[in-house]
């Protein structure tokens, strides 16, 4: 093959790749099904995020407070905690219970932010809601591609009274929740409830100072 | 230069192995991990590799090679794993992948300079990873107990089979003639590896209360993850269109 007769094929080919996904972004989105309310969620916060110079910088205290106004109201962080405590969540007391996801939600939010502030020109695969209108408990799976492999993001979505509420997400085919009991009941065996509280504290207090590598 | 790789090496080698390092108290034993306390002492071993010599190398990698540069490397080698993907997927059952991994080479290789550009993805081609130890997975072997292994980290038996077998099928460097250019291409390999979690590495440290556990329970729920999905031939043909925002 010659080389002039390949570039047509090749023009088409980058035509096809980067026009025809456009077609796709019109359509009205419906907050009220739990993946209308991802997609919502998902697109509104990777645009302010290319959108604003200083987290592209790497100015993590922007990412903070866009995933605390935009991300965080659709979340139940009481039972993402709960969740991750296990058995041990009744032996808490109500005050320690506040505290730990109090806690909780400080990490998660700095965890989050972090992978969030590497966002530059991915995009997000939605792919098709398994689940009937009448159900309370949905997982919403996507696929966030970029320049590395595709990151698999699942959410896991309940329905209350003031909508869906995320409580926990799958990275790479590794649940959020599950990872963190082995974690809690080996903290909360050395050092009971409270140490686990101080340990998160501490940790908080050490990942607010610290600058990030780049 | 050399000496002081090696006597770091020397180093961190002899003091991860003058003993098995031991569990924190109160340590729920888990069952899948039954060699804990070797494998805690190899995990120390492993990061102790990591900050001396692996990051510093990475960190200097990511100064002098542009970020542009890393993409193609990074892409380069990717293509060519593409390959081995698209082979076990075959072995795993799911042809429908293995026909779109193998037009993912094709595609990257022709139109992608070499492999050099991932045009595959965007044009709606994404790839699905693919190794021995998963395939060995799907065709029902159990995973075994978790293994830390040195340099390569986290595993289990199985998947130590399978990462041998990954090798042991692995033709690109074996067929080059030139030594010196053999070694540079592994040593970038290894390098890019490293830069890929260069980020996701730094976060983890600040997620995990105890890294050790942490680590091995994400390797073993992905692992598991990963087997259940190709199990169920998970081929994309529900997923929707590449969705991009239209603030771009």
């Known amino acids: ?214 | 230069m050399k000496r002081v790789i090696r006597q770091v090496f020397i180093a961190v080698l002899s003091v991860s192995m003058i003993g098995c390092a031991t569990i924190p108290a109160g340590t729920q034993p888990s069952a899948q991990d039954p060699w804990e306390s070797f494998n805690r002492s190899v995990f120390i071993f492993n990061e102790g590799l990591d900050n001396y010599l692996l990051k510093p190398v990475t960190t200097g990698y990511r100064y002098v090679v542009p970020s542009v540069a890393r993409d193609g490397i990074n892409n380069f080698f990717g293509n060519y794993n593409d390959i081995y993907s698209a082979l076990n997927q075959l072995l795993q059952g799911n042809p429908g992948l293995a026909a779109k991994g193998l037009m993912r080479v094709v595609v990257n290789t022709v139109f992608g300079l070499g492999g050099l550009i991932d045009m595959a993805t965007p044009g709606g081609l994404p790839k699905h990873k693919a190794d021995f130890g998963q395939t060995f997975g799907v065709w029902g072997i159990p995973s075994g107990p978790y293994v830390v292994l040195p340099f390569f980290g986290p595993s289990s038996v199985r998947d130590t089979f399978g990462t041998a077998a990954d090798i042991e099928s692995d033709y690109l460097l074996r067929l080059l003639p030139d030594v010196a250019l053999r070694n540079s291409l592994t040593g970038l390999r290894i390098v890019n590896a490293r830069n890929n979690y260069y980020q996701a590495g730094d976060l983890l440290e600040g997620a995990a209360i105890d890294k050790y556990s942490f680590v091995r329970d994400g390797y073993i729920q992905r692992r598991q993850y990963q087997i259940e999905q190709s199990k169920a031939g998970d081929d994309d043909e529900d997923s929707t269109r590449p969705f991009q925002n239209p603030y771009e």
């Open chain 1, 1 to 214: 093959m010659k080389i002039h007769h390949a570039i047509p094929i090749y023009a088409a080919f980058v035509a096809l790749t980067f026009v025809a996904p456009i077609s796709a972004q019109n359509a009205p989105i419906d907050e009220s099904t739990p993946n209308g309310l991802i997609r919502s969620i998902v697109s509104d916060v990777m645009a302010s995020i290319k959108a604003d110079p200083e987290i592209q910088k790497g100015n993590i205290a922007r990412v903070v407070d866009l995933v605390e106004k935009k991300i965080v109201p659709h979340t139940d962080m009481r039972r993402t905690t709960e969740m991750s405590m296990g058995p041990n969540w009744r032996k808490a007391t109500p005050e320690q219970q506040t505290q730990l996801i109090a806690e909780f939600k400080t990490l998660l939010i700095r965890t989050y932010s972090g992978a969030l502030s590497q966002v530059r020109d991915q995009t997000v695969q939605y792919k098709a809601l398994r689940a009937a209108p009448t159900d309370t408990e949905v997982i919403v799976r996507t696929v966030v591609l970029g320049r590395g492999d595709p990151i698999p993001l699942d959410y896991r979505l309940e329905k209350t009274p003031s909508g869906w509420k995320v409580y926990d997400i799958n990275v790479l085919g590794v649940w959020l929740v599950e990872n963190y009991r082995n974690q809690f009941t080996n903290q909360i065996n050395q050092n009971g409830i409270d140490g686990l509280i101080a340990f998160l504290k501490e940790r908080n207090k050490m990942l607010a100072s610290a600058r990030p590598s780049n």
